[in-house]
């Protein structure tokens, strides 16, 4: 079967596609199910497959249910958030809205998610351990790069998340960063699923690939250096954390107050026990 690499994303072995105007949906080929298989089983809510296919020998699959584009019960958090959608499938909690950070940076172990500052004091200390490197070796190695897991040598394994995070300081109406979650590899390239809060109307997470050879044009570093020039890349892995709880909506405290009612109505009204 021959692709069209001007309409498609296409995997070193052709195991997943991806379309480059829609990317909502994961094409797998149906003699290759091994490893999304694997991964839905290990993550039951966060894909489905669908019944029909438009690519004729693949499967095809998707986020398991749309973002809810407005809801004002989130006290300002949106489900279209990169961060939140990378922090849901790193702790498997599905729609996760919640007060602990639930990343890390790999290599210094510093928490993620905090605050815009926090993230970019990150940013800048890896930046600074590899310039140091840089000038002791004037300027011909990047073995310090790689051993960081930062910008063109990011290299996040299944289950781990790349992050551009921007090293100056964020003007009114830029975006701090952008994350994307690693799902399935195939050879030197990674699948992502993530969000962009930037899209006001994305329905669902989009699909996309990313190679980890660092030569190559297609790095996630390279992808996105465009929105983020000054944006370093670094490697996020799970804090080992199991959330105590979401975040209580308003919606959630209302129904838990109406049920306060209700039973309190109930004990009131109900009769007592008849004595023997």
């Known amino acids: 079967m021959s692709l069209d690499t001007s309409k498609y994303y296409i995997s070193p072995s052709e195991t997943y596609i991806i379309k480059k105007r829609n990317q909502k949906n994961l ?20 894909l489905i497959q669908l019944q029909e296919s438009e690519i004729e020998g693949y499967a095809a699959f998707r986020y398991s249910s749309t973002f809810r584009i407005q809801d004002p019960e989130l006290g300002g958090k949106i489900y279209n ?50 310039k140091r490197t840089r000038r002791s070796t004037r300027g011909k ?39 994307a979650h690693v799902i399935l590899r195939d050879q030197d390239m990674n699948i992502t699923l993530e969000a962009n809060a930037a899209h006001l109307h994305l329905k669902y997470p989009h699909f996309f690939m990313y190679s980890v050879d660092p030569s190559s044009e297609t790095t996630f570093h390279k992808t996105w250096n465009f929105m983020y020039p000054d944006g370093l890349t670094m490697t996020l892995v799970s804090r080992g954390i199991i ?32 004595s023997a």
């Open 27 to 46: 094409y797998v080929k149906d003699d290759r199910l091994d490893d999304i298989q694997e991964y839905m089983k290990s993550n039951p809510e966060m």
């Open 243 to 274: 959330p105590k709880y979401q975040r209580s909506t308003r919606a959630s405290r209302r129904r838990s107050l109406t049920n306060k009612r209700s039973r309190r109505k109930s004990r009131k009204n109900k009769k007592p026990h008849a």
């Open 81 to 130: 958030d990169c961060l939140r959608l990378g922090e849901e499938l790193t702790c498997g909690i599905k729609n996760y809205i919640g007060d602990e950070s639930i990343l890390k940076e790999k290599y210094t172990g510093n928490e993620f998610g905090k605050s815009i500052d926090a993230n970019r004091k990150i940013a800048l200390e890896l930046d600074d351990m590899s």
């Open 141 to 179: 190695s990047t073995a310090q790069e790689k051993t960081l897991d930062i910008n063109d040598n990011a290299d996040p394994k299944p289950g781990e998340t790349y992050a551009i995070v921007k090293t100056k300081p964020v003007k009114i109406g830029q975006h701090p960063f952008h994350i």
